[in-house]
């Protein structure tokens, strides 16, 4: 369908389009769409109503005020939206927090002469629903068979990269906390699971429903004294995670921890992978296999996605948090 024209309003859904040979049909993106190369060319649809600057405590506050009032976290261009006629528009269901929800989309479209647009909305919680996006995603495009094939040779990837490491169940595999958020801790939850997994590791706090944030994350964090620790906060690339690494180092139980003991706490790029559910998660899983097995993966994205960080000195302050 080569006069189709499409609107991806997230990140994930803008790689799919990518993967799928589909970026000439794309008319639109959303303000975090910066992957593959080129697309900053097109125009950004949406943006953030708080500011994005400051703390992880100062963002989850501003988030959570805006939500705690029923209020959308993004806001929409709904008339530049409609002059570009899209075909497709492309967003999630899955968080009100990570990009613009269908609710948003709705609203900027209700107005709308027929014909309405379709519109595609991605709700990953695990990787079978991504492959089942990805599918949605070629579908609506015309390209079903590329949707089919991407998934096949993302799943082949995967194979072959578990292959490489030891499998969960061995008696040695590492317990693994993957933090998603820095200050209020949380530890990740969704698709990381079955990553760690695949990665030859046992991931801590998987299924617990609902998940624990804050000072229950901590003591989860504490009674299952994982043999392994990664940071790869939602939205976050590696530097602005360094930056907020005294949220930990500074609580009463980080020092404790036998990862942080044994040196074993890396920080990834959660920004570009993990937390986006699309083709990237082959690198999410390859990322995962070479913090948790050096001597069986050869550390081919360390540096550019991935490091183990320099110790964060102390402050020189007697009293540090314990919350």
């Known amino acids: 369908m080569p006069d189709l024209r499409v609107a991806s309003l997230i990140p994930s859904a803008t790689e799919i389009v990518c993967a799928l040979a589909g970026r000439e049909t794309l008319v639109a993106r959303s303000h975090e769409c910066d992957h593959p190369p080129g697309v900053h060319a097109l125009p950004a649809l949406t943006e953030p109503k708080i500011p994005l600057d400051g703390s992880s405590r100062e963002i989850d506050a501003r988030v959570r005020s805006l939500l705690e009032d029923a209020l959308s976290v993004y806001r929409v261009d709904a008339d530049h939206l409609q002059d570009l006629r899209p075909d497709v ?12 929800h269908l609710r948003d989309v709705q609203t900027a479209v209700c107005s709308w002469m027929d014909p309405e647009p379709e519109v595609v909305a991605l709700e990953p919680t695990c990787l079978a629903d991504v492959w089942s996006d990805i599918e949605r995603v070629g579908d609506a495009l015309g390209r079903a068979a590329a949707g089919r094939a991407l998934v096949r040779s ?26 998603e958020w820095v200050d209020p801790l949380m530890l990740a939850r969704g698709w990381m699971p079955e990553l760690v997994r695949r990665a030859g590791g046992v991931p801590v706090a998987a299924g617990e429903t609902p998940p624990p944030t804050g000072e229950a994350a901590w003591e989860r964090l504490q009674r299952s004294d994982p043999d392994a ?18 949220a930990l180092t500074g609580h009463l ?10 040196g074993r706490v890396a920080v990834a790029d959660g920004n570009h992978y993990f937390n986006r559910p699309g083709p990237r998660l082959v690198e999410s899983l390859q990322i ?10 050869a550390p081919a994205l360390r540096e550019e996605a991935w490091i183990v960080p320099a110790p964060v000195p102390k402050s020189p302050s007697p009293a540090r948090s314990s919350a």
Do not use: K, Y
């Open 89 to 100: 528009i492309l967003t999630q269901t899955q968080c009100d927090i990570c990009a613009v």
């Open 154 to 179: 993302l799943t082949d990837r995967m194979r072959a990269l578990e292959r490489q490491t030891p499998p969960a169940d061995d008696p040695d595999a590492p317990t693994v906390a993957c933090i």
């Open 229 to 246: 620790i990664v940071v790869m906060a939602c939205g976050f690339g590696i530097e602005r995670t360094v930056r907020e690494l005294p």
């Open 253 to 262: 139980a980080w020092d404790d921890l036998q990862a942080v003991r044994n």
């Open 288 to 297: 995962l296999a070479e913090i948790l097995h050096p001597s069986h993966v």
